[in-house]
């Protein structure tokens, strides 16, 4: 692992005055459809090219994990849960990793802004020691770049099979306030931090979010700080992936992609996903679930063939089902997520 002071480079490039989360490489994927911040109230200030290019040197790749989800890619499509349990319970992580991971090629653990959880490294260690693949999310938002580096020793050392390397959403209105927020890295230096960890670096994109345009670079930018898997936002449709997966390819992106499903099966676990920043879904077919005579069913035959239509988009390897699945909580959502799952893998 580099030190710390090694590993303060910008990647060749500077923060971007006026960023409220003090991008380097951004923007950030929660750029309004107009163009705003997501924080503060003006435009986002990544909208205008150029796009900021990574010109340090890439770090060399970690071979993926034996039996790990980038493994398993390579011999079929796979399957990234999203894992959703009741913050600081260890009894829920392995009652909700012992439905999903039998399942799943990886478990996806979330950081989010109004849900604090166990460390990521215990949370690691509890997925783990629960027969669970952990993929950890890591968000700069909550820790400085010292704790950062700190979590990827950590993650490293207890073998996770990857790291989500995110910027992180900013914190809603009302939530914890006096609380402050970090930002020392955003999602491209910190997955060049986790490279040289060890550790196997997969990055977010949100093809949706303006600058679209620019978006497919960015991908591109990613990989050559280090990431070796990206986990795209939802989309409208396979025709919309297609089109951006193409056109990252076209900027010199090499990586695999999984595609978000959104597994949802009733008002809120849809409305979250539809109110989620550069997520766009397909609001019909939201609509047609929520109507059905048995939305739980709708929603999971509505992920099951979103799924089936993403996995055919030329470098997709796999899907990262994603959502709160159910209002019902952890172990009904859970549920939801598995039976999605079991039936995907039933078509590989
Ligand atoms: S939208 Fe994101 S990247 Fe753009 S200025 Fe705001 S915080 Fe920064």
């Known amino acids: 692992m580099r030190t710390a002071e090694q590993s303060t480079s910008a990647g060749g490039a500077e923060e971007r005055p006026g960023c409220p989360k003090r991008m380097v490489f951004g923007p950030c994927g929660g750029v ?3 163009g705003g911040c997501e924080v503060a109230p003006h435009p986002c200030v990544f909208l205008g090219s150029p796009l900021p290019r990574w010109t340090d040197p890439t770090p060399p790749a970690p071979p993926p994990v034996a039996g790990g989800l980038l493994d398993r890619a390579g011999t079929g499509p796979v399957v990234l849960t999203d894992l959703t349990v009741h913050p600081f319970d260890p009894a829920s992580v392995r009652a909700v990793v012992a439905a999903l991971a039998p399942v799943s090629d990886g478990l996806l653990v979330g950081e989010h802004q109004n849900r604090p959880d166990l460390p990521p490294t215990l949370m690691a260690q509890e997925v783990l020691a629960a027969g669970g693949r952990p993929w950890t999310t890591l968000a700069c938002r909550d820790r400085n770049r010292v704790v ?11 073998g996770v099979d ?18 402050s927020s970090a930002f020392d890295l955003d999602g491209t230096r910190l997955a060049a931090l986790a490279a040289a960890a060890g550790l196997t670096a997969a990055v977010p994109e949100s093809p949706d979010a303006p600058p679209v345009p620019l978006r497919p670079q960015r991908v591109a930018e990613k990989e050559r700080a280090g990431a070796r898997l990206c986990v795209l936002n939802h989309v409208a449709g396979p025709a919309r992936l297609a089109a951006f997966t193409a056109a990252a390819r076209a900027a010199g992106a090499t990586l695999p992609f999984l595609a978000s499903v959104a597994v949802y099966t009733d008002e809120r676990s849809a409305r979250v996903l539809q109110a989620f920043p550069g997520l766009h879904l397909d609001d019909a077919a939201v ?17 099951v063939r979103e799924a089936r239509a993403l996995l055919a988009v030329p470098g997709v390897v796999g899907v990262n089902l994603s959502g709160l699945a159910s209002d019902g909580g952890p172990a009904a959502a859970a549920a939801v997520k598995a039976e999605v799952a079991t039936m995907i893998r039933e078509d590989a």
Do not use: M, N, S, W
Not at 148 to 158: C, D, F, S, Y
Not at 162 to 179: F, H, I, K, Q, S
Not at 287 to 303: S, T
């Open 287 to 303: 609509e047609r679930v929520l109507a059905a005579p048995d939305p739980v069913a709708a929603g999971i035959a509505a992920a």
């Open 32 to 34: 309004r459809d107009d």
């Open 162 to 179: 990857g790291v989500l390397c995110v910027t992180g959403d900013g914190r809603g209105p009302g939530v914890r306030a006096g609380v």
């Open 148 to 158: 950062l580096e700190q979590e990827l020793a950590g993650l490293a050392a207890v």
